[in-house]
């Protein structure tokens, strides 16, 4: 008896549709039940097999007649495109803006460029050595709590002694126009590293007869791996016969990621050594912005081993000589100094900082 009393309880608090029911399953419960359920079940076996989710073979005619690409060719206008595409804004409007195109390392990204593809001995040597080196000798410790002392304005104001000095805008520095680009505390976040490197040629030659700026720039093009890029001479040069806006007398090829570090690996470490009393590059190049320039004569020129291997193909006297620019992320050109020489450009002669 105190065995039910639980289940009587349970049977009340429930509700009668989910009640356990204390009657008795007697044999008249397949009252209801039909005799054909093992003969519907045999045909409803059938069906399935024979049903949609049933593996087809596709016929090998119509696999090899499936050409999407000749299909999409053969169309005479392009279909539209999807309204869910996603398509990456062109211009960045702001943090705030609902829509921002994506970094440059996306794929999606206008300004994605796919690689690397090697590992260059020269960015292998900047990640591992001269980064830290620079950092190192660059560091300047400053104590918790420091401030600098404040600094004079670079543009100085009018003195008013005169009514032509309302609303004039502010003077430039003593000694000079020019406003040198500030140089901030060297961290680990602004390292100086090479930008990209600018080769240029001015052939004179190319006013005469045209063949001295093709064989210009295959030999640029041959050295850089980069197509290179024509243009018009701007100023008159009467003793050449060159009139600005109508002859072509120069070729120019920019460097950039994997082509750059090549090419400088191979400057470096294949063409400087090989130059006979070549002291290196003057220490007064550079333009105060952490860009140095040197040339390189016909002579030069001709060591690099992509001219050398085929010197055959190249006239001698239409070998042109070129202005090599190393442009770098430094801001002033102590710094972009410091960085080519643990890179491996000897520099020579008073250092102007």
């Known amino acids: 008896m105190a065995a039910n009393e639980p289940s009587r309880y349970l049977a009340r608090s429930l509700p ?9 399953q007697g044999p008249g419960c397949r009252r209801y039940a039909s005799d054909q359920a093992s003969t519907k079940a045999s045909v409803l076996s059938d069906l399935e097999l024979d049903g949609s989710l049933k593996a087809t ?5 119509a696999a090899k007649s499936f050409d999407p690409i000749a299909k999409a ?12 595409q996603f398509r990456s804004p062109k211009y960045d409007r702001g943090p705030l803006h609902p829509h921002r195109p994506p970094p440059p390392s996306d794929p999606s990204s206008r300004l994605f460029v796919p690689g690397p593809f090697s590992l260059p001995r020269v ?19 400053n104590p918790p709590g420091f401030q600098p002392p404040p600094k004079a304005p ?28 500030l140089r901030k505390p060297i961290t680990f976040n602004n390292i100086p590293k090479l930008d990209r490197i600018t080769i240029h040629s001015y052939v004179k030659g190319a006013a005469d ?8 720039g295959m030999a640029i093009q041959a050295i850089s791996n980069v197509r290179v ?18 002859d072509t007398v120069a070729v120019k090829a920019e460097l950039r990621g994997e082509d750059m570090e090549h090419f400088f690996g191979k400057l470096v470490d294949v063409l400087m050594p090989r130059l006979k009393d070549w002291p290196g590059v003057k ?18 020129v001709a060591l690099f081993p992509e001219i050398e291997v085929n010197y055959d193909m190249y006239p001698p006297k239409m070998i042109p000589g070129c202005h090599i620019t190393v442009h770098t992320t430094a801001t002033t050109d102590k710094d972009a100094r410091l960085l080519l020489s643990a890179m491996g450009i000897p520099f020579y002669g008073k250092i102007v900082d």
């Not at 543009?155 to 406003?179: A, E, F, T």
């Not at 890029?229 to 109508?246: D, H, L, M, N």
Request: aromatic share 8%; proline share 8%; charged share 20%.
């Open 73 to 84: 060719r053969s169309r005479r206008a392009q279909l539209p495109r999807s309204r869910y």
């Open 154 to 181: 670079r543009l100085r104001s009018w003195d008013d002694s005169s009514p032509y000095h309302k609303n004039r805008p502010l003077r430039g520095p003593r000694g000079g126009d020019v406003l040198r680009l």
């Open 229 to 246: 890029q024509t243009y018009k001479a701007k100023t008159s040069v009467p003793a050449w016969g060159i009139s600005p806006g109508r």
């Open 57 to 61: 073979v596709t016929p090998v005619d």
């Open 16 to 24: 009668r549709a989910i009640a356990p029911s204390t009657r008795a």
């Open 283 to 300: 220490g007064t190049s550079g333009d105060s912005s952490g860009n140095i320039t040197f040339g390189l004569g016909p002579e030069q």
């Open 123 to 141: 960015g292998q040597t900047y990640e591992s050595t001269v980064a830290s080196d620079i950092l190192t000798l660059c560091y300047v410790h």
């Open 209 to 216: 007869n045209s063949s001295w700026l093709h064989v210009a």
